[in-house]
């Protein structure tokens, strides 16, 4: 990883009076900033990338990497899986515990911390500049920190102030850039998780299969994800019941007879989803991943929200940054948002729409998806990648009808 001095000719060129220094600044080296770097540098402009943690770093999630999560990888870019998935149990909060299986991989498994200092690695090799341990405290588009309409000035914690043609807020659920663009939530869910070491045997009764719990509260689910001589084991559920929720990762662990195991790590991330109406961008600012609240509302799945919307801002970034003026940025601005809600907006409608189901009918969906196959077809096409949410319901009758009727009933 670059150290803060690999940005000294940049710096350099700023202080002398040679206009803005970047391109492009991403703000969050997550998924969905690296992905925006990578997408920008490899355009071949000048884009610096700002991560307040220093990489590797750890983030609270099970790390499950879906079919479009793989598709949106850069090229060459090797998956650290830590297993494959071939059989998922799931359980009615704990009871008529079912296992379906399958011949092919269903989805893979990642340690956070590994994926995305890999990521970033490959925005580098891209020719983006990496910067951590640097917290930016807020841009400023207007004001004697701007020297032009074509800036926008980046202010980090210690005063500095670094300036951009166009910025690419991706500083995750309680981000900054996210603030400042005027984003607007209508969900927002707490996630708990604890990464238990288990001992072999534990750990081979568990290889290649996970376990979906639908929760006990309303929206709630837990999983078990394994990642070799570890399991993550997690739960989420609407934000403001905190102390059920950590009950249940309590009960949840204690039922799958992992409470002797000390966990490495245990910890807790709010996770958020836009509002249909929320802005995608202000001015030359635009957001992406967690920071736009782009989630799939029902599984809270985001890293691949985080990958397709990060590698489109990091595109229609390169587009700002070229923009002579005012209206012409906000064209590409408006580009951006359209392209985010014609693709990952229509999926956050179905999803939205499966959540609501899902909460006043978790055995319907548990029947559905143990008993019935076509669900189940359904669940491996999806996580496989051969089609999404939306597009099985665009595409198939049956599961349009299916949630027509579900919808009406709920
Ligand atoms: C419990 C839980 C489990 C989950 N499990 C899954 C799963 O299995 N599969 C899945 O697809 N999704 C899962 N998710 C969702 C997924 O973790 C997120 O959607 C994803 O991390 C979003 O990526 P991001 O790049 O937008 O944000 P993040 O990964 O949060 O990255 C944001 C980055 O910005 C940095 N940053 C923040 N503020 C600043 C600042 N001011 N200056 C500089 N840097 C800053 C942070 O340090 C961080 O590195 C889960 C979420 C939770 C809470």
Redesign the pocket.
Known sequence: MSSENDATGAEAAQELGEGPAWDVVV?????????AAYAAAVSGRRVLL????E?P?Y????????GP?RDSLPPGFELPLRDKVHAVTFSLNGRLARTRRSKRMLFG?IN?PEF?AGLVEQAEKAGAVVRTG????RVEQHGPAVPDRRSVAVV??DGETVLARAVVG????????GAHVGVKLDQV?????AEIPVPDTVAEDWAGRVLIDWGPMPGSYG?V?PKGRTL?V???SARGEGAATKRYLEDFIARLGLAGFEPAIS?????RCRSDDSPLSRGRVLV?????G???PW????????LR??RLAGEWAVRIAEAHDAVDARRQALNYAFAIKAGLGVEMAVGRRMLAVFERRPGLLHAAITGFRPAWTAFTDITRGATTLAGLVRTHSLARRALDVLDKRA
């Open positions: 703000v969050g080296a997550g998924p969905a900033g690296a992905s700002l991560e307040k943690a990489l770093r983030k609270t999630c099970g790390g499950g990497i879906i999560s498994l956070r995305d640097v917290t930016v405290s980090l914690s991706a500083d995750g659920s309680a981000g900054r850039i869910d707490l996630g708990l998780e999983w994800f993550t997690g739960v989420i910890s807790g991330h709010l996770t992406c991943g967690d920071a736009a782009l989630l799939e599984t809270r799945e985001g890293i691949s929200f985080a919307s990060g």
